[in-house]
Structures are given as structure tokens and as C-alpha cells.
């Protein structure tokens, strides 16, 4: 058996401010005058001035302001591709992506996209990019995708949902300023943070299991725990407790896989567009059978925090719909040979997922 060879985020800043040092990091990175940074914003930040004006532009340097409210296409990312060549002189100096998953996983396509010839849905899938990225910074402003750590992005292409994963695809720099997180609404901050506590269930409870991932996950799990389940902490320490959370959660797949949550929530944002971090919680509500006290826990965390998730999502769903979802969740074999081993198909059949996707 061959054993992956990861890359990690070579550097990373953490702390409440660290914000400030993005210029004086960006800096020596700067290639030449032509060659600009681009930064890809989360529109939210628009009109945020306390956010906007420690970004010090000069030369060619561009904000493009980038709206969430869709998970990332690979046809977005073409056109981004297009435009940020068409503007510029020069390939640029580096891509920062400024905000949710949605942002890091589109600055990320974008940097390998401008390296590497053809369309980004050529490189769904594992390893097929083939020259390095320019320079890419993460800077996270909601905790919980672990997109800050990861080596996938994940785009919606024309026939499926599926990640470049790639050596290329990881950040070079990391900045985790904890005061970034402070805006976030009270529901997306539970359906984000969900899913890096499912990272966890689905990685601590999968047959792909070992000790390199299990550490990470334990440890994200528990603080977990804490910020969703304790009273004592503050607003500070819970976003800081959850900003790392996030990182671990995302180191633990790293070395492991997803699992039943993700894999049947992939064909919900395939099919309906329902995004990442509320789509694993609908799914995840239903999978007691697989994940008992991950489940139990995940309920007293949803009573805990007033949230109600939406019912009957797929009530009125085709037969040929059923099937689409079907499809797509099933074509994630990695995912349930991890939650279910090798012989996951005798578990998992059409009519398994179809009966589950009917309780949504
Ligand atoms: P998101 O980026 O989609 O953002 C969710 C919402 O929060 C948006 O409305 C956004 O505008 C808002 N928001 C973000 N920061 C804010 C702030 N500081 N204040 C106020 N509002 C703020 O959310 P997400 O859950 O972080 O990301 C989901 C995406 O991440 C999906 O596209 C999913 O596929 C992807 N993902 C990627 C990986 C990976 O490893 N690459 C892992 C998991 C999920
Ligand atoms: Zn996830």
C-alpha cells in the first residue's frame, strides 16, 4: 500500500488583529509592478470600511467582490479566469480569497486556473493539474469548512460536484484572525460550524480511520463540544475555539475521508442548490442509523441553539429527481467505502438513499 504524501499550509498567522499584517506579508511576494495581487472578496464585505481599508492596493492590484450566495461553478471560475487575464499585464502575483468556503475555494481554483490550460472542469477529480498555482492566500471570515487547510476546492460543474483535488491546491498562507467571524448570522454560524462537528463524526467513525487523522479529529470534536455545548466560554474564545476547530476538522479528513452526511448532501446541492453547511444538516438530522450518538449530540446542539432546519425539502421531488440525487451521491465511492466498508453497495442501494432523501 502506498501512503499519501500531504502537503500542508506552509505558513499560517493566527490571532485576533492579524488581520493588519496581510500588506507587510503580501509584500516580498510582490513579483513586479505589472504583476498585481488580486483579492476575491465576499460581497458582504462591501461598504465594510474598518474590513476594506486594511487592504492597501497599489499598482494593478484589484478587490473583486464576489456574491456567496451560490456555492462556486467551475463556469464562475472560468470567467474569473478571463477576466483577471484580460485586466491585468502580467499574470498576477497572487489571488487572496477573502471570506466563507465559497471564497477560499474559488481563490484557490483561481490561482491553479491561471496556470494551467483549458477549463476548470477538466480538473475535477484527483490529480490531473499539472503546473503549480500562483501564490495563494486564505483569509477566512465564518469557521467550519476546514477550506482553509484543505487540498480540494470544491466547484459545481456541468455533470457533477466534485473537487480539483491536487498537491497545487492547498494555500501558501493562512492568515486566521478570529475578529473576521464577528458579522456572521446566528444560523449560518451553526450551519457552517456543523459541518466541521460532521467532518469529525464522519471521520472519527469511518473504516479509513488511523491515528494521524483520529488526533486531529478528536481534538476538533472537543472543541467542538465546547463551543456548541458549554456556557462558560466568551464570544471571543468561541470564535477562536471554533476557528481552530475548523482547521483540525479539515486536517483530520485530510488523512481520512467524509462520509454519509456529505456524500447525500452533495446530491441535494447538485439537484436543488442547497448549499454545503445546511445540507449536511438536514441530511445528518436523518442518520442515526449510522452515526447514533453523533446524531443524539447534534440534536441537543440544534435545540441548544434554537435552530429549526427546513422539512420536506425533497416532498415534491420526481422520480427522475430522486434519481439525479441518487446518482450523485452514489458515484462518491470513497465516501462510502469510509462509512461503510468495502462492502457498502449490500448496505446501500437505491432504494436505501431514496427512502432517507424522502424523510428530507
Ligand atoms: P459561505 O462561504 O458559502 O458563506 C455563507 C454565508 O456567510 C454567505 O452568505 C456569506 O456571505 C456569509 N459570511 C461569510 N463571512 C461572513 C462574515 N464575517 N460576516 C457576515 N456574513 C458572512 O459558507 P461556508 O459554509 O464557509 O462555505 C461553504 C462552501 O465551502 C461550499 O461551497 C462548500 O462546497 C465549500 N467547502 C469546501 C471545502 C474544502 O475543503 N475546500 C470543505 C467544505 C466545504
Ligand atoms: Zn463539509
Redesign the pocket.
Known amino acids: 500500500m502506498s501512503h499519501k504524501n500531504f502537503p500542508m499550509v506552509p505558513r499560517v498567522i493566527f490571532g485576533k488583529g492579524s488581520f493588519n499584517q496581510l500588506n507587510e506579508i503580501l509584500a516580498p511576494k510582490r513579483l513586479n509592478m505589472n504583476a498585481p495581487f488580486i483579492f476575491l472578496v465576499?460581497?458582504?464585505?462591501k461598504g465594510n470600511t474598518s474590513m476594506i481599508s486594511r487592504i492597501s492596493l497599489s499598482y494593478d492590484d484589484k478587490i473583486i467582490f464576489i456574491?456567496?450566495?451560490e456555492?462556486?461553478k467551475t463556469t464562475q471560475v472560468d470567467e474569473l479566469v478571463e477576466d483577471i487575464i484580460l485586466m491585468t499585464k502580467e499574470r498576477p502575483s497572487g489571488i487572496i480569497g477573502i471570506?466563507?468556503?465559497?471564497?477560499?475555494?474559488l481563490a484557490?481554483a483561481v490561482a491553479i486556473m491561471l496556470t494551467n490550460d483549458g477549463e476548470s472542469k477538466d480538473y475535477q477529480g484527483w490529480d490531473l493539474v499539472k503546473n503549480r498555482a500562483i501564490y495563494h492566500v486564505g483569509i477566512?471570515?465564518?469557521?467550519?469548512?476546514?477550506?482553509e487547510?484543505?487540498?480540494?476546492?470544491?466547484l459545481t460543474g456541468p455533470d457533477r460536484?466534485l473537487?480539483i483535488n491536487s498537491d497545487y491546491?492547498p494555500f501558501d498562507q493562512v492568515i486566521l484572525d478570529s475578529e473576521?467571524?464577528?458579522?456572521?448570522?446566528h444560523e449560518?454560524w451553526f450551519?457552517?460550524g456543523m459541518?466541521c462537528y460532521i467532518?469529525c463524526i464522519e471521520s472519527l467513525n469511518g473504516s479509513y480511520l488511523n491515528s494521524f487523522s483520529q488526533s486531529y479529529g478528536e481534538m476538533a470534536y472537543q472543541l467542538c463540544k465546547e463551543v456548541f455545548l458549554e456556557n462558560n466560554l466568551s464570544e471571543i474564545e468561541s470564535r477562536e475555539k471554533l476557528m481552530m476547530a475548523s482547521w483540525h476538522g479539515?486536517m483530520s479528513?485530510a488523512y481520512s475521508q467524509v462520509g454519509v452526511a456529505h456524500a447525500m448532501s452533495y446530491g441535494l446541492?447538485y439537484l436543488l442548490g442547497t448549499?454545503?453547511?445546511i445540507g449536511n444538516c438536514i441530511v445528518f438530522d436523518h442518520l442515526e442509523e449510522f452515526y447514533p450518538e453523533g446524531v443524539k449530540l447534534f440534536k441537543q446542539m440544534k435545540e441548544r441553539h434554537n435552530i429549526e432546519l427546513p422539512q420536506g425539502i425533497c416532498t415534491n421531488l420526481s422520480d427522475h429527481d430522486f434519481d439525479v440525487m441518487i446518482k450523485i451521491a452514489m458515484s462518491l465511492t470513497p465516501l462510502w467505502e469510509n462509512a461503510l466498508g468495502k462492502n457498502w453497495q449490500k448496505i446501500i442501494t437505491n432504494e436505501k438513499l431514496k427512502s432517507l432523501y424522502k424523510k428530507m
Do not use: C, M, N, W
Open positions: 465576499d460581497d458582504v464585505f456574491s456567496a450566495e456555492e462556486p471570506g466563507g468556503g465559497t471564497l477560499l475555494d484557490k477566512p471570515t465564518i469557521s467550519g469548512t476546514g477550506a487547510v484543505s487540498r480540494t476546492t470544491v460536484k473537487g491546491t473576521l467571524t464577528q458579522g456572521v448570522e449560518q450551519y457552517t459541518d467532518h479539515g479528513i446541492a448549499k454545503h453547511g
